[in-house]
Protein backbone atom coordinates (compact mmCIF):
# COMPACT_ATOMS: atom_id res chain seq x y z
CA UNK A 1 0.00 0.00 0.00
CA UNK A 2 1.34 3.38 -1.21
CA UNK A 3 1.43 6.44 1.24
CA UNK A 4 0.85 9.93 -0.11
CA UNK A 5 2.62 12.37 1.75
CA UNK A 6 0.14 15.72 2.64
CA UNK A 7 1.67 17.66 4.84
CA UNK A 8 4.91 18.17 6.65
CA UNK A 9 4.04 19.03 10.25
CA UNK A 10 7.89 19.04 11.26
CA UNK A 11 10.07 18.05 14.11
CA UNK A 12 7.91 19.52 17.33
CA UNK A 13 6.19 23.09 18.32
CA UNK A 14 7.51 25.81 16.21
CA UNK A 15 8.39 27.83 19.58
CA UNK A 16 9.95 25.34 21.36
CA UNK A 17 13.36 23.71 21.15
CA UNK A 18 14.02 20.44 19.94
CA UNK A 19 17.01 17.84 18.83
CA UNK A 20 19.44 18.91 16.85
CA UNK A 21 21.60 17.00 14.56
CA UNK A 22 25.33 16.69 14.96
CA UNK A 23 24.95 19.10 18.58
CA UNK A 24 22.62 16.85 21.07
CA UNK A 25 24.39 13.33 21.70
CA UNK A 26 21.87 11.09 21.41
CA UNK A 27 19.61 12.53 19.03
CA UNK A 28 18.01 9.93 17.27
CA UNK A 29 15.84 9.18 20.73
CA UNK A 30 15.18 12.19 21.07
CA UNK A 31 14.13 13.25 17.70
CA UNK A 32 11.71 9.69 18.07
CA UNK A 33 10.75 11.11 21.48
CA UNK A 34 9.66 14.67 20.50
CA UNK A 35 7.77 13.38 17.00
CA UNK A 36 6.03 10.84 19.50
CA UNK A 37 4.92 13.32 22.28
CA UNK A 38 4.35 16.36 19.10
CA UNK A 39 2.31 13.67 17.34
CA UNK A 40 -0.05 13.33 20.84
CA UNK A 41 -0.10 16.88 21.14
CA UNK A 42 -1.75 17.31 17.31
CA UNK A 43 -4.23 14.63 18.44
CA UNK A 44 -4.90 16.52 21.55
CA UNK A 45 -5.55 19.88 19.60
CA UNK A 46 -7.61 18.10 16.57
CA UNK A 47 -8.66 14.51 17.36
CA UNK A 48 -7.07 12.04 15.68
CA UNK A 49 -7.23 12.30 11.78
CA UNK A 50 -10.27 10.57 9.67
CA UNK A 51 -9.22 7.80 7.40
CA UNK A 52 -7.17 7.54 4.99
CA UNK A 53 -5.29 10.05 6.93
CA UNK A 54 -2.02 9.17 9.36
CA UNK A 55 0.58 10.10 10.93
CA UNK A 56 4.50 8.82 9.65
CA UNK A 57 7.62 9.64 10.92
CA UNK A 58 10.08 10.86 7.47
CA UNK A 59 13.46 10.21 7.08
CA UNK A 60 15.80 13.37 6.14
CA UNK A 61 19.36 12.42 4.98
CA UNK A 62 21.60 15.98 5.74
CA UNK A 63 25.12 16.15 5.53
CA UNK A 64 25.28 15.37 9.19
CA UNK A 65 23.08 12.59 9.17
CA UNK A 66 19.47 11.74 9.19
CA UNK A 67 16.75 13.17 11.12
CA UNK A 68 12.98 12.43 10.67
CA UNK A 69 10.10 14.94 10.65
CA UNK A 70 6.34 14.45 11.24
CA UNK A 71 4.29 14.03 8.26
CA UNK A 72 0.38 13.51 7.40
CA UNK A 73 -0.51 10.59 4.88
CA UNK A 74 -3.25 9.25 3.03
CA UNK A 75 -3.40 6.06 2.03
CA UNK A 76 -5.64 7.16 -0.92
CA UNK A 77 -6.12 10.21 -3.12
CA UNK A 78 -8.40 12.21 -3.60
CA UNK A 79 -9.30 12.18 -0.07
CA UNK A 80 -12.56 12.25 1.36
CA UNK A 81 -14.41 15.48 2.04
CA UNK A 82 -14.19 14.68 6.30
CA UNK A 83 -10.36 14.05 6.00
CA UNK A 84 -10.37 17.35 3.99
CA UNK A 85 -12.06 19.28 6.09
CA UNK A 86 -9.83 17.47 9.11
CA UNK A 87 -6.71 19.31 7.34
CA UNK A 88 -8.34 22.84 6.70
CA UNK A 89 -9.21 22.69 10.32
CA UNK A 90 -5.89 21.43 11.61
CA UNK A 91 -4.41 23.32 14.69
CA UNK A 92 -0.76 22.89 15.15
CA UNK A 93 0.70 23.63 18.73
CA UNK A 94 3.60 26.79 18.79
CA UNK A 95 4.28 25.60 22.13
CA UNK A 96 3.97 22.63 24.16
CA UNK A 97 1.95 23.84 26.80
CA UNK A 98 -0.83 25.00 24.42
CA UNK A 99 -1.76 21.34 23.88
CA UNK A 100 -1.47 20.85 27.53
CA UNK A 101 1.71 18.78 27.18
CA UNK A 102 5.54 18.92 29.37
CA UNK A 103 8.90 19.37 27.31
CA UNK A 104 9.01 15.85 26.45
CA UNK A 105 13.22 16.50 26.04
CA UNK A 106 15.15 19.30 27.88
CA UNK A 107 18.23 19.84 27.02
CA UNK A 108 21.56 20.48 29.21
CA UNK A 109 24.25 21.67 26.61
CA UNK A 110 24.33 18.96 24.55
CA UNK A 111 22.85 15.74 26.83
CA UNK A 112 19.14 15.22 25.75
CA UNK A 113 17.00 14.91 29.68
CA UNK A 114 13.89 12.13 28.18
CA UNK A 115 10.93 11.32 29.76
CA UNK A 116 9.64 7.93 28.85
CA UNK A 117 6.48 8.56 26.11
CA UNK A 118 3.95 6.67 28.65
CA UNK A 119 5.16 9.51 31.12
CA UNK A 120 4.42 12.50 28.99
CA UNK A 121 1.30 11.01 28.06
CA UNK A 122 0.20 10.70 31.51
CA UNK A 123 1.62 14.43 32.39
CA UNK A 124 -0.73 15.37 29.95
CA UNK A 125 -3.55 14.22 31.11
CA UNK A 126 -3.04 15.20 34.63
CA UNK A 127 -2.15 19.01 33.24
CA UNK A 128 -5.37 18.68 31.49
CA UNK A 129 -7.84 16.94 34.09
CA UNK A 130 -11.20 18.01 35.30
CA UNK A 131 -11.32 19.47 38.91
CA UNK A 132 -12.62 18.08 41.72
CA UNK A 133 -16.28 19.31 40.67
CA UNK A 134 -15.84 17.96 37.09
CA UNK A 135 -15.06 21.39 35.47
CA UNK A 136 -11.99 22.17 32.94
CA UNK A 137 -10.03 25.08 33.60
CA UNK A 138 -9.13 26.47 31.22
CA UNK A 139 -12.23 25.01 29.46
CA UNK A 140 -9.89 23.94 26.44
CA UNK A 141 -8.96 21.23 28.56
CA UNK A 142 -12.00 19.30 28.06
CA UNK A 143 -11.35 18.99 24.23
CA UNK A 144 -7.37 18.22 25.27
CA UNK A 145 -8.48 15.59 27.58
CA UNK A 146 -11.00 13.75 25.50
CA UNK A 147 -9.01 13.99 22.60
CA UNK A 148 -5.87 12.18 24.76
CA UNK A 149 -8.18 9.94 26.30
CA UNK A 150 -9.85 8.27 23.14
CA UNK A 151 -6.17 7.75 21.39
CA UNK A 152 -4.33 7.23 24.50
CA UNK A 153 -6.76 5.68 27.34
CA UNK A 154 -5.43 3.05 29.97
CA UNK A 155 -5.63 0.23 27.40
CA UNK A 156 -3.42 2.06 24.45
CA UNK A 157 -0.97 3.65 26.86
CA UNK A 158 1.63 0.78 26.97
CA UNK A 159 1.42 0.44 23.54
CA UNK A 160 2.10 3.43 22.58
CA UNK A 161 5.39 3.81 23.55
CA UNK A 162 6.20 2.25 20.02
CA UNK A 163 4.41 4.94 18.34
Not at 115 to 122: G, M
Request: hydrophobic letters at 50%; one cysteine or more; a negative charge.
Amino acid sequence: MSRHRILELGAGPADERCAQLGICADFAAANTLELLAYKAAIIALNAEPPLPLGFALVANVHDFGTYQTLWLVSAELPLPEDAQVWIDDLVEPVTWIAAGFPQPVTYEGSRAVMRPFREVIAAALQITRPGADGSFFPVENAVLHRNLLAAYGPATVAAADSG
